[in-house]
């Protein structure tokens, strides 16, 4: 004999399904690596410190005519 299936859990169970799968390409397709994020972060960090090296202090007029 066959095996009674409830149709509401296995249409409900088909379509986690399908979600995991597309939520498996999209992962695929659009993310990155943990790896790939940390050396974003760390060059952007770098750059961030060689522009607030570089950064030089503005003198308003007033103080300059008392220095």
């Known amino acids: ?3 009674i299936v409830n149709l509401r859990r296995a249409k409900k169970a088909r379509a986690r399904d399908a979600a995991a799968q ?3 390409e999209n992962r695929v397709r659009h ?4 790896a790939a994020k ?11 410190a060689v522009l607030d ?3 030089v202090d ?3 007029g007033d103080e300059a ?3």
Do not use: L, P, T, Y
């Open 31 to 34: 993310g990155r690596s943990a």
């Open 58 to 60: 503005a003198v308003r």
């Open 1 to 3: 004999m066959a095996e």
């Open 53 to 55: 090296g570089a950064k």
């Open 65 to 67: 005519d008392q220095a």
């Open 22 to 24: 597309q939520a498996a």
């Open 38 to 48: 940390a050396a974003e972060r760390q060059d952007e960090a770098r750059r961030r």
